[in-house]
């Protein structure tokens, strides 16, 4: 089943400006993009996404969330200005129950599952995910779904 993503990325971010009222969740979507997933399970993986921009987070309390359609994909893109990702950590973010510097982490709750299960549920639709990262300037998490583009 495929059904239009933009409703679903604009009414997740409405509940994360609820959750954070103070920040900014700047939203630049294509209209009209068509993925084939269930709803849910695409709220479920930007909630844990954006909710890990706003955790490891510390001056800019801005997020930029964005989707268009990249060769014949649909990319999802979620990028913040927060503490950023050391690159040799880069590779294991994603792994279950992995932490990044357990010292940095203990005082930001967590378990280290969130990325793994927006793992499972990208791939379960044949998507990708995957993390770039520069230390104290910030990170970009990216999706692509394989599309049809309805314009
Ligand atoms: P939870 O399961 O409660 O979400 P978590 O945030 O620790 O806990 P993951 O979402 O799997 O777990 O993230 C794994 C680790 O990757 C985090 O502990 C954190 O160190 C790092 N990380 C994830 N997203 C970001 C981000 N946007 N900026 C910096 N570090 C991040």
Redesign the pocket.
């Known amino acids: 089943e495929y059904i239009r993503i933009d409703p679903i990325l604009n009414q997740t971010v409405k509940r994360m400006e609820i959750l954070h009222p103070e920040w900014v969740f700047d939203l630049q979507l294509e209209q009209g993009l068509m993925v084939k997933i269930n709803p849910l399970h695409l709220e479920q993986i930007m909630l844990?996404v954006i909710?890990?921009?706003v955790?490891?987070s510390d001056g800019d309390q801005r997020v930029h969330i964005a989707s268009r359609v990249m060769h014949d994909n649909i990319s999802i893109t979620v990028q913040?200005h927060?503490?950023?990702?050391p690159s040799e950590e880069l590779q294991h973010?994603f792994d279950r129950f992995?932490?990044?510097d357990k010292a940095r982490?203990r005082e930001i709750?967590?378990?280290?599952?969130?990325?793994?299960i927006a793992r499972n549920l990208v791939q379960h639709y044949q998507g990708e995910i995957s993390m770039t990262?520069v230390e104290n300037e910030g990170?970009r998490v990216s999706m692509t779904f394989p599309a049809v583009a309805v314009r």
């Open positions: 844990i909710e890990n921009a955790k490891y913040d927060g503490i950023g990702i973010v992995y932490r990044v982490n709750g967590g378990t280290g599952l969130g990325l793994s990262s990170t």
